[in-house]
């Protein structure tokens, strides 16, 4: 069974620091993975994905991420962090052999302080 | 323009009544999701329809009944609520094509559905 992991509920970044969401994955077949983010009281906003191709992948705002296919890793990454990123971090994997369900981690809570 | 909208943004009611939440997309994708976000934040799905046939049925009660009446929308009906209804539910649409512009899931902006 497909299932993503997210080992912290919250960090907590100064602002101007480089931050990390870390994002683990369980995939049988090719992994497409996907990091949304969820400003209070909001839809989740589609940040970036990693479908094939390079393992670094740019996303919106400034955000990136890191696919490790080594260590079944998708870690959300921004060299430089603005107190406006603080929000809810989602990582998400696609089962395309289940009727294209996505599997949600349990969300991580970013607090960038000034 | 927006892309995926539900009605109504807020949902008060009391116990044992029957409530629907609509959801429309004009992104002409062919797959729309209900998920359930709970007070923890956690996000769980509920419903899927690919063209108007229900392809995901999660254990949810019957007391949930989703309908797709065209492509562009998915409604949900929930029948005599009860207070553990209590959620933010989330419409989501995808293209089921795969291709790199056409994967990721896009979001509306939630009902925040409050049993008495």
């Known amino acids: 069974a497909q299932s993503v992991a997210q080992p912290e509920d919250q960090v907590n970044v100064a602002e101007g620091n480089p931050l990390t969401v870390k994002c683990t994955y369980s995939?049988?077949?090719?992994?497409?993975l996907f990091w949304y983010v969820q400003y209070p009281n909001r839809g989740l906003q589609f940040l970036l994905k990693?479908?094939?191709?390079?393992?670094l992948v740019k996303g919106s705002y400034g955000f990136e991420a890191e696919f490790n296919k080594s260590q079944t890793s998708f870690h959300l990454k921004k060299p430089s962090a603005l107190v406006s990123d603080s929000a809810l971090y989602f990582c998400?994997?696609?089962?395309?052999?289940?009727?294209?369900?996505?599997?949600f981690g349990s969300g991580t809570k970013l607090n960038v302080k000034p | 323009d927006t892309a995926v909208s539900q009605t109504p943004k807020y949902l008060v009611t009391q116990m044992g009544n029957d409530k629907s939440i609509k959801c429309e997309q004009n992104?002409?994708?062919?797959?729309m999701y209900w998920y359930k976000q709970d007070s923890k934040k956690f996000l769980k799905i509920m419903f899927s329809y690919n063209n108007k046939e229900l392809i995901i049925n999660e254990t949810v009660p019957n007391r949930f009944s989703p309908k797709s009446p065209d492509k562009a929308h998915l409604n949900l009906h929930i029948n005599s609520l009860e207070l553990g209804d209590s959620a933010v539910y989330f419409c989501?649409?995808?293209?089921?094509?795969?291709?790199?512009?056409?994967?990721?899931?896009?979001f509306g902006p939630g009902t925040r559905l409050t049993v008495l």
């Open positions: 992104l002409g994708h062919d797959t």
């Open positions: 989501a649409s995808s293209q089921v094509r795969v291709g790199p512009s056409y994967n990721e899931q896009f």
């Open positions: 990693y479908i094939t191709g390079d393992n």
């Open positions: 998400a994997v696609r089962d395309m052999s289940s009727f294209n369900k996505f599997y």
């Open positions: 995939v049988s077949g090719n992994p497409y």
